[in-house]
């Protein structure tokens, strides 16, 4: 059986020792450096830690950690440690992440090298592409593909990915600039389709007048530099009137 799990009461002569773990403290770190008592955590049987409040530049809301104990049947008080540790409001560092997971885009600048992984499961031999995909669709660009001797192309994967990207981005159909559109990028003619399957969702606009020229856009995108938007009557421009001549007055002409 096990054994019976001992309590979390105090030890009176260790909770009594705040000033004995304030002197032992003051050994290790300047006087400034400490603030005033900030309680105590039972560690275990006959093990205490004293809290003090730490004054120092940095580490706002942290605690100097004095961890006392005493031998069974003894009176004499014994320091373990001396730590600097976070208290409950303490100002801490964000938690770490990894430096991959922290690029987004536009961070990469000239001369940046961002390898993607070994099994990034983006992409996959080209050789393979054909077994992978299994469209039917997707054949002529399959042999386009091992015509061009490219070790890896997109994987299922990898192109939904980056549909999905697209799609739920800026260049997709819940902008405001498309929910504000005249009409959609589906009929527009500065719209360049896409090959494959992407192409059976996105183009590329080639306006360039448009926001999004030179960008992949979906079909259901849309802005007002549409090639087929006219302006209403009232926004068009006003003719200007025919000339009048002045038959009757004259203009005094200055001459040399």
Partial sequence: ???????????????????????????????????DHDGYDVEGERVLTHHFHAVVPGYRGWRWSVTVTRASRQRTVTIDEIV?????????????????????PGDLGPGDIL???????????????????LDADLVPELEDERTLGRTR???????????????????????????SAPAQCATCGFLVKLAGELGKVFG?????????????????????????????????PQALPAPVFD???YDDVETF
Wanted: aromatic content about 6%; overall charge negative.
């Fill in 153 to 179: 192309v997109l994987s299922v994967e990898g192109r939904e990915e980056a549909a999905d990207r697209w799609y739920d981005g800026s260049h997709g159909p819940t902008t405001p600039i498309a929910q």
């Fill in 1 to 35: 059986m096990a054994p019976p799990a001992r309590s979390k009461k105090p030890d009176t002569v260790l909770a009594d020792a705040v000033e004995a773990a304030r002197a032992a403290l003051l050994e290790a770190v300047r006087a400034d450096q400490v603030g």
């Fill in 84 to 104: 600097l540790l976070p208290g409950p409001g303490s100002l801490l560092a964000p938690a770490w992440v990894p430096w991959r997971e922290r690029i987004r």
């Fill in 115 to 133: 390898p993607p992984d070994e099994d990034d499961p983006r992409l996959v031999p080209g050789f393979l592409a054909g077994d992978d995909l």
């Fill in 247 to 249: 038959t009757i007055g």
């Fill in 204 to 236: 590329v606009c080639a306006n360039g007048y448009a926001g999004d020229d030179g960008r992949v856009v979906s079909f259901d995108h849309g802005c007002g530099a549409h090639s087929e938007v006219k302006l209403s009557k009232s926004a068009q």
